[in-house]
């Protein structure tokens, strides 16, 4: 119950398309789902979060949609750049958004090709 | 300002031994968090530390501990190594009306 499942575990895509990575969670006590971002060498990076209460939330290229009734989760990535190539985790957590357990899933190697 | 910093980048034990991790937060923050990221995994919770007392821990054997000082620094501590203990560690640290937890690079452990 505990877990955070993610899809797909890797993606290729071509530069200016759109990068799609969903997420599913059987808890329903998670109430802050955040999507993070991690290049090689580095540690994860905050990119985008969403509350239940909203289903969809965009900051620039980054969208997230969100079904509650579902319990699923998605990032889309518009206009996708090379830059943005980086392994991308989804994750959920019970609580305060700072001081709770982050639950993540298992990881999305994005590569986008030019 | 500095962000989360971590020390050593990377580290080689044999089976058996006893490591030791150590993490600054950020400036400003006083609770810290250690997650353990296995290659190809998502980073999973090992424990948070706020006010120099364990807060919450996640499922990981008593081989696994921690410290937090009163300059908000911590450190992990893993005894009697297994080849499983083979990780990236990250540490996160954050504070009062933080939106989120801002980690560091991480420790590369490799026990052989």
């Known amino acids: 119950q505990q877990q955070v499942k993610q899809s797909p575990q890797s993606l290729i895509v071509q530069k200016g398309g759109i990068s799609i990575i969903n997420c599913a969670y059987e808890?329903?006590?998670?109430?802050?789902f955040p999507w993070y971002q991690q290049f090689p060498g580095k540690g994860p990076a905050l990119l985008i979060a969403?509350?239940?209460?909203?289903s969809e939330k965009k900051e620039g290229r980054f969208t997230i949609s969100f079904n509650k009734s579902a319990k699923q989760f998605s990032l889309h990535i518009m206009d996708s750049q090379p830059g943005d190539s980086a392994t991308y985790f989804c994750a959920a957590i019970t609580g305060s958004s700072n001081t709770g357990k982050l639950i993540f899933g298992q990881g999305t190697t994005l590569q986008v090709k030019p | 300002d500095a962000g989360v910093t971590q020390s050593p980048t990377h580290l080689i034990k044999t089976r058996g031994q006893q490591v030791t991790l150590r993490c600054s937060p950020k400036s400003g923050h006083d609770t810290v968090s250690w997650y353990q990221q296995a290659l190809g995994q998502g980073p999973q919770f090992i424990f948070q530390y706020y006010e120099e007392e364990e807060r919450q821990r996640g499922n990981f054997p008593d081989r696994f501990s921690g410290h937090q000082f009163p300059n908000y620094s911590s450190e992990l501590n893993v005894n009697a190594l297994l080849l499983g203990d083979s990780a990236l560690y990250l540490c996160?640290?954050?504070?009062?009306?933080?939106?989120?937890?801002?980690f560091g690079p991480g420790t590369r452990l490799l026990v052989l």
């Open positions: 996160a640290s954050t504070g009062t009306n933080q939106e989120t937890q801002y």
């Open positions: 808890n329903t006590a998670f109430d802050y």
């Open positions: 969403i509350r239940p209460d909203v």
